[in-house]
């Protein structure tokens, strides 16, 4: 496999998929300017086994909540990439039907439309997330989940060379939780996953793949759906999914995660926030933040249009984008509402 990662042919296509969209940006023009040389030194380097990543630049996101985001220089990104192309499918295959986070075929609008066929055909969910998810990750029992498929101990190699470069990054997002067994010295084990690589969105989805496989298995939860560290159980009565929420406490525990307190069964007929949408099983509704926050963005948007800043099209884009995801949505009125408030400048202003 590992002879396979380090291929001319795999490092051109992993430049190309890391690039897709960002050719315009600084790193991405620099590397692409001296491209054949660059991607030589790195198979170079992964050949060799010399291969070190760079360090991340880090900035915080408000949207939907505050979040530390870790970016890894654009050579490191294309590595992940070259890693990605081989290990992917070893684990796809295995990931269950109703996973929909960073899954070809899947996304969030596949799973929104699952949410609410669940919630046609059962009167009851148990909705609930894991708390500080990605600088929870443990990366002992992450590095053993990928070693039961992955063999070629050069690619566990490079696989702790990248766990290795990410596991300071979220420390100070991670708030100490000591489970059954542990010593004083628990609070050393590397752990957290920098949220923005490739290999941090895969790797989260191997990472729940076993608990995924005893909600549907163990419990024969029929009803299930995943997307990141958010989850959901449909059931025909509540006593069975509080029942199965101390099971999911439990068995969450032994890969060091936990829930956010205060998750209840609910009937669905109450609207199941998920994914900036409110849920029901007949209609969606988007959020009343998600409406604010994006009319406050275009007002703005249209201020730096006026002033030069930004051109006309950037608005043009950013309109259709917003409406291609909100239409999935009974959003009619809130759309028309909006575009009322916000007068877009003509070409000619």
């Known amino acids: 496999m590992y002879e396979?990662?380090?291929?001319?042919?795999?490092?051109?296509?992993?430049?190309?998929?890391?690039?897709?969209g960002k050719r315009g940006h600084a790193n991405v023009a620099a590397f692409e300017h001296h491209?054949?040389?660059?991607?030589?030194?790195?198979?170079?380097?992964?050949a060799n086994q010399t291969y070190q990543p760079g360090p991340y630049t880090s900035f915080f996101i408000h949207e939907p909540k505050r979040r530390l985001i870790s970016a890894?220089?654009?050579?490191?990104?294309?590595?992940?990439?070259?890693?990605?192309?081989?290990?992917?499918?070893?684990?796809?295959r295995s990931f269950i039907f109703d996973s929909y986070a960073n899954r070809a075929g899947k996304g969030t609008h596949r799973a929104l439309a699952r949410c609410q066929q669940f919630a046609r055909r059962y009167p009851y969910v148990l909705q609930s997330d894991i708390q500080q998810f990605f600088p929870s990750i443990d990366h002992a029992i992450?590095?053993?989940?990928?070693?039961?498929?992955?063999?070629?101990?050069?690619?566990?190699?490079?696989?702790?060379?990248?766990?290795?470069?990410?596991?300071?990054?979220?420390?100070?997002?991670?708030?100490m939780v000591y489970f059954t067994g542990?010593?004083?010295?628990?609070?050393e084990r590397p752990r957290g996953l920098p949220i923005g690589n490739l290999t941090s969105q895969f790797w989260a989805n191997c990472y729940l793949n076993p608990f995924d496989h005893f909600v549907k298995r163990e419990l024969r939860c029929q009803a299930y759906l995943r997307y990141v560290d958010d989850f959901m159980l449909f059931a025909e009565d509540t006593q069975t999914l509080k029942r199965w929420k101390s099971d999911i406490e439990r068995r969450l525990a032994q890969l060091r995660l936990t829930t956010h307190p205060g998750a209840?069964?609910?009937?669905?007929?109450?609207?199941?926030?998920?994914?900036?949408?409110v849920t029901f099983p007949k209609h969606r509704r988007l959020k009343r933040r998600k409406g604010i926050y994006y009319?406050?963005?275009?007002?703005?948007?249209?201020?730096?249009?006026?002033?030069?800043?930004?051109?006309?099209?950037?608005?043009?884009?950013s309109v259709q984008g917003w409406v291609n995801h909100v239409r999935y949505g009974n959003t009619?009125?809130?759309?028309?509402?909006?575009?009322?408030?916000v007068r877009l400048p003509s070409p000619r202003e």
């Not at 491209?35 to 992964?46: C, F, G, R, T, V």
């Open 72 to 92: 890894a220089p654009f050579r490191d990104r294309a590595v992940h990439h070259a890693l990605c192309n081989l290990i992917e499918p070893l684990f796809e």
């Open 295 to 317: 009319q406050r963005k275009l007002q703005t948007m249209v201020g730096s249009v006026r002033t030069g800043e930004i051109p006309l099209d950037a608005v043009h884009t």
């Open 332 to 341: 009619i009125g809130l759309r028309k509402a909006i575009f009322r408030s």
């Open 142 to 175: 992450l590095r053993s989940t990928l070693a039961r498929k992955i063999e070629d101990e050069r690619v566990l190699w490079l696989i702790d060379r990248i766990l290795n470069s990410g596991k300071d990054v979220l420390s100070d997002q991670y708030d």
């Open 182 to 187: 542990d010593d004083l010295f628990a609070i």
């Open 35 to 46: 491209l054949e040389e660059n991607l030589l030194a790195l198979q170079w380097e992964l």
């Open 4 to 20: 396979q990662l380090c291929t001319w042919d795999n490092c051109l296509l992993a430049y190309r998929k890391a690039s897709k």
């Open 264 to 277: 209840l069964p609910q009937s669905v007929s109450e609207g199941i926030p998920f994914l900036g949408f």
